[in-house]
């Protein structure tokens, strides 16, 4: 509560869209997982979130102050990620929402960047590199500092400008700014990350958050069974290429 309490205000300073291009399992390396990510920054803070749960929060909002008894959301895609990123200054959070409870576990900023004297245009931006290792992965960063804001996706922040573009070594994972919005169109506008994302929710352990993630799903699937579910043989099949999928899981931190 405190840490909500001492920022007053989240007028927008900065809307920015990234492309992240990932190989989320290791046996099938050829199939390139996609999705566009949401990096709204504030005076004091940034919000990292996928653009389709944006898209799904506003339209649910619609659908809901119809006071229809059904709520039609078939017309919204479904975000591949369902977390949120808030870097400040001093830290990282990050929040998910498992079955109907909110958690969210503090990281560290990163502060091991090696700054390195190389330019680079990226989409008709001047960068500058940087690199880091960061939970099992070596990352190269290109930064702008004629955009200052000391923040990027995901986790990464802490350079002076903002992170057009991230990568790790091996390419599995790839960030890339594809969208901003000009200043001039900022005015009077608020983050529109609604607050029920990030409020109020249990700070836990990450390693606390992966098993409840884990257990919901599996509890999940037990539940209905024991409601009298009966899975047909394509959901079976796909329960088996799901636990083949666990074998070569790629995800984007390798360490805890």
């Known amino acids: 509560m405190m840490y909500s309490q001492t920022i007053q205000s989240d007028s927008l300073r900065g809307e920015f869209s990234y492309l992240l291009k990932y190989k989320s399992n290791t046996l099938t390396p050829d199939y390139i997982t996609k999705e566009i990510f949401s990096l709204q920054i504030s005076d004091s803070r940034a ?32 975000a591949k990620s369902n977390f949120l990123i808030i870097q400040t200054n001093n830290n990282v959070q990050f929040y998910e929402t498992v079955g ?41 960063a290109w930064y702008s500092t004629e955009i200052p804001f000391p923040y990027g996706p ?74 009298g579910t009966v899975f047909s043989q394509d959901q079976n099949t796909r329960q088996k290429v799901i636990e083949t999928q666990k074998k070569g899981h790629n995800p984007i931190e390798l360490e805890d």
């Open 47 to 78: 919000f990292f979130i996928s653009e389709n749960k944006l898209k799904f929060d506003s339209a649910f909002s619609v659908e809901f102050n119809k006071k229809s008894s059904i709520i039609d959301m078939s017309s919204i895609p479904a």
């Open 100 to 140: 109907m409870t909110l958690l969210s576990y503090d990281s560290p900023r990163i502060d091991n960047w090696n700054l390195i004297n190389e330019t680079k245009t990226i989409n008709s931006i001047v960068c500058k590199k940087a690199e880091a290792s960061y939970k099992g992965r070596v990352w190269t």
């Open 154 to 227: 995901y986790k990464f922040s802490g350079l002076p400008g903002l992170i057009v573009k991230i990568t790790d070594k091996t390419e599995d994972y790839d960030f890339e700014l594809v969208r901003s919005v000009p200043s001039s169109k900022l005015k009077g506008r608020m983050v529109s990350v609604k607050k029920v994302r990030y409020q109020n929710a249990k700070l836990v352990a990450k390693k606390e958050l992966v098993e409840a993630r884990t257990n919901f799903r599996n509890n999940a699937r037990r539940e209905l069974e024991s409601m």
